[in-house]
């Protein structure tokens, strides 16, 4: 199956911080990609989609100035928390496809942790 | 949009019996089941999938079945060994609507298999 990376793997950062977490497709082109959230024991929430070249779509209740994502590359998409907070703490994990209704291979996952 | 409801939460088996996990889902424009394993802190990985257009579907000790009219689809895995422990994952993939493209997840099903 096709390859995403996504790093860092696991961040700790002081409460007010901004975090940067990257997505890639190593060896194919993601023209859609996905971010999601994953509390402890709990299944994935979607938190929005990202076409290349275009604004990332949120879903319902995710705040889209707290969640900065940039989608801008083919191979390449990120996630900014902005001015984390401890209840932002949460594993992270990217999808990656080459197209909407296509599989989605996801990436490892970063753990988030704020104090 | 779409919903996915999974069950059991939790599943404890002998190693070498059966162990079954349904899901039902809401939206009749799905038509794309991915099923995930994912072990504590990693990411999901796609074990099984099924498309609209089939049945059944086997590939050695996994076998999953969909019943479009009834919306809902089943992972069976025979023969389980303690390394199938894990939780999985049951979704769903809108082929139209709102929810195009986006994979919906079932809430997991903790799996126990014990030697």
């Known amino acids: 199956g096709a390859v995403v990376s996504q790093h860092p793997s696991r961040v700790i950062c002081k409460s007010g911080t901004s975090v940067k977490i990257e997505c890639r497709s190593l060896d194919f082109q993601a023209t859609t990609m996905f971010w999601y959230r994953q509390f402890p024991k709990k299944s994935l929430m979607l938190m929005a989609t990202?076409?290349?070249?275009?604004?990332?779509?949120?879903e319902q209740g995710v705040e889209k100035d707290k969640f900065l994502i940039n989608h801008a590359s083919l191979t390449l998409s990120t996630l900014t928390v902005t001015s984390a907070h401890p209840e932002d703490s949460s594993f992270y994990i990217c999808?990656?496809?080459?197209?909407?209704?296509?599989?989605?291979?996801f990436g490892p996952g970063t753990r988030l942790t704020v104090l | 949009g779409e919903n996915v409801e999974q069950h059991p939460s939790t599943l404890s088996v002998q190693e070498g019996d059966s162990a079954v996990i349904k899901c039902t889902y809401s939206d009749s424009a799905s038509n794309y089941f991915p099923w995930y394993k994912q072990e504590l802190g990693k990411r999901p990985q796609l074990i099984i999938d099924?498309?609209?257009?089939?049945g059944e579907k086997k590939d050695q000790r996994i076998a999953v079945t969909l019943n479009k009219t009834a919306k809902h689809f089943s992972l069976h895995i025979t023969e389980t060994q303690p390394e199938d422990s894990a939780v999985y994952f049951c979704?769903?993939?809108?082929?139209?609507?709102?929810?195009?493209?986006?994979?919906?997840f079932g809430q997991g099903t903790i799996l126990t298999v014990h030697p």
């Open positions: 099924i498309r609209s257009n089939v």
């Open positions: 990202s076409n290349e070249g275009s604004k990332a779509t949120y």
């Open positions: 979704a769903a993939l809108p082929a139209g609507g709102t929810s195009y493209g986006k994979l919906t």
């Open positions: 999808s990656a496809s080459s197209g909407r209704g296509n599989e989605q291979f």
